[in-house]
């Protein structure tokens, strides 16, 4: 089991001044607290929230509430903004193509919920079975139709995909199915890839990048950080043929995400 | 085809899927201590085999039980033999 770190000389960067340290102190002192509220919060405004917007909008449950899990994720990115810097680009040649098969790095717990950087809501994850025993999370993903890549069949799981590709919900894959512990890009899982091929829409390569900072694997206390959500061109499927076409897809996807990681990463190292 | 090139073919496959070194698929390697594989890559592991010999395995039991690659080499050559029979 891995075990929790407790900030030391490696964590705190030996040029942090005392007032960095008080701004980390300060941080994991308030943060913590207004999350748990404002989670608190909305689950109990939720339901009078949900039968308002309905009677408004008449949009489809699972859309509605795909859009409470979206705003639920803003109130983090609110919330975290006097210590975390937050920035997103790229996303003006997607919004035009929706329905889209959304992937992105992932190195955070935190990555989730910066998921609420998009510019549209209407959004199910495609995730494995541990997430779905957050009990107080679990009645709002099955609500919003998220789909248990790792709990359903493959055949079950695709249809399940196609049909809210088909009601116009995009849908979003960590592909490397778990955080990375070293800040390098995991071996990528085929299912966004599969289903690109099988449903011919196109598959948005994403690139978070700050998360790991703010909130690595390994450790419990938040750092101040610069996170950013970037799209990258979309990738269609059309251009990919026979029976490896989701292995080369997902190689283009997966070296477009890791060239720009590369680009951030070599700019952060500059800016030290 | 032979033997050997279904095992090659697989071996093949698998690598490519998984990024995985042709020199580390031994026969004896297991799945999930030595090729580091998981539950979601045994979904993909069945599509790739499907794919490279135009077989459908998924509704097989006898998938449940495999555990290393020459498990997978073993049930892939019956099966192609089954096939053959069949014809």
Redesign the interface.
Known sequence: MASRKTPGKKDLHPNMGIGSILAVLLMNLTIYPFLILWTLGTMAVFPAAFLVWKAGTRWTNERIVRFFIWIYGRGWIAILSPFVRFGRKGFEAVKPLQPVILVVNHSSFFDTYCMALLPFHNVAFAI?SWPFRMYWYTPFMRLANYLN??GL???TASRLAREILGRGGNILFFPE?HRSRDGSLG?F???AF?LAMETGRPVVPMVISGTDTLLPPNRWWLKPARISLEALPPVDPKFFSG??AH?DLKKTVKEAIHNRLMEIRSVSCKSL | MTDPEIVEKINASLS????LELTSMVPEASLFDDLEL????L??M???LE??FGFKI?EEEEIRSIRTLGDIHAFVIRKKHQIRQNL
Not at chain 2, 16 to 19: L, M
């Open positions: 494995r890549v790792e069949r493959w055949e199915g071996r899982y085929s299912g599969l029976p490896g292995i | 490519e899927e998984f990024e998981d539950s979601l890559d979904v993909d069945v599509i790739v794919q490279a998924r």
